[in-house]
């Protein structure tokens, strides 16, 4: 691939990449991205035989946002802080004025023409940025991911934010999973039980079961084909975000943190999830089974003995 003189030159931002300092308050967080990197490569050729690469399609990498003056790709993961992700890129690339995230409505994080999606690019163009930015994906554990999908998208009443989901996924399920089910669950949709979304999510007949919000993290983000470099967790994220930024030389923005009144999905997930079938838990486990492997999850962790 040809590169001309002016493009061969370093921008900015090029330049100041690296001026960090390899020790300092950050230097826990620093070892910890290069080390999941390490795993993640190392996991996705243990898994070659599992992971579909298959052909270079640009619609792959439609989860992938572009920020080219900062040389950032950055696949979103809904329900893995994707929102405050693309508040802060908003600040960073000049698409809000301000310099607090979460004065950023929520919908307008997420409005459609708000970023760049790789997908939109030529082959030629993705296949450079690929090789030469800096890519940054966040994961969770996919059973955190999973509950955290349900209770604010299906089990909240009277939510503006839910009510599109159970109108398109709640009424459809309740009248597939759900015997003598009464007329107004029927018409609101509202009524979801986690097993039934469970049996919905896990259900190889039903196309809705990809929406993106509990679709697994390696069929949106390509992570054996995106060799991602900065790999952050959502147990450590402002931590990991601190150092990302600093890594593309952002310092004017702080990555919001979670407000102390919020109970975590995660001190919820026995009540949840004691409610399953060994062979509904089977059936999660066989879904997210590379999810699970490639960013070094285990079942145990969430619910205290393995499907061995």
């Known amino acids: 691939m040809n590169i001309s003189a002016d493009e061969g030159e370093k921008k900015p931002s090029e330049r100041n990449k690296y001026i960090y300092s390899w020790t300092g308050p950050n230097a826990l967080a620093r070892s910890v991205l290069v080390e999941r990197q390490e795993r993640l490569q190392y996991s996705c050729e243990l898994e070659s035989n599992e992971v579909n690469v298959g ?88 059973l955190e991911r999973l509950l955290s999908a349900y209770r604010n998208k299906l089990e909240p009443k009277h939510e ?48 809705g079961t990809r929406n993106e919000h509990w679709r697994p993290i390696n069929e949106l983000c390509q992570p054996c084909v995106v060799n991602y470099n900065l790999v952050s967790k959502y147990e450590s994220l402002v931590e990991d975000a601190t150092e990302i930024l600093e890594r593309i030389g952002v310092t004017s923005v702080s990555f919001p943190t979670k407000p102390p009144s919020s109970e975590p999905t995660s001190r919820k997930l026995d009540k949840y999830y004691s409610t399953l079938s060994y062979k509904q838990l089977r059936k999660l486990a066989d879904l997210y089974k590379l999810d699970l492997r490639l960013f070094d999850y285990s079942l145990e962790d969430v619910l205290g003995f393995s499907l061995a």
């Open 160 to 207: 503006k934010s839910a009510k599109y989901f159970q109108s398109r996924f709640g009424k459809k399920i309740i009248k597939k999973y759900r015997q003598n089910a009464t007329l107004e669950s029927l018409k609101n949709g509202d009524d979801v039980t986690f097993r039934e979304f469970v049996d919905f999510v896990t259900d190889d007949s039903e196309n």
């Open 55 to 142: 052909a270079f399609n640009p619609e792959s990498f439609r989860n992938i946002l572009v920020d080219d003056l900062h040389e950032l790709l950055y696949c979103y993961v809904p329900k893995v802080a994707c929102t405050n992700w693309k508040r802060v890129l908003m600040i960073v690339t000049g698409k809000w004025a301000g310099n607090d995230p979460l004065e950023i409505p929520a919908d307008q994080a997420h409005s459609p023409g708000t970023f760049q999606r790789l997908s939109n690019y030529t082959l030629p163009d993705i296949e450079k940025k690929l090789a030469t930015y800096d890519k940054l994906i966040v994961v969770r554990h996919p």
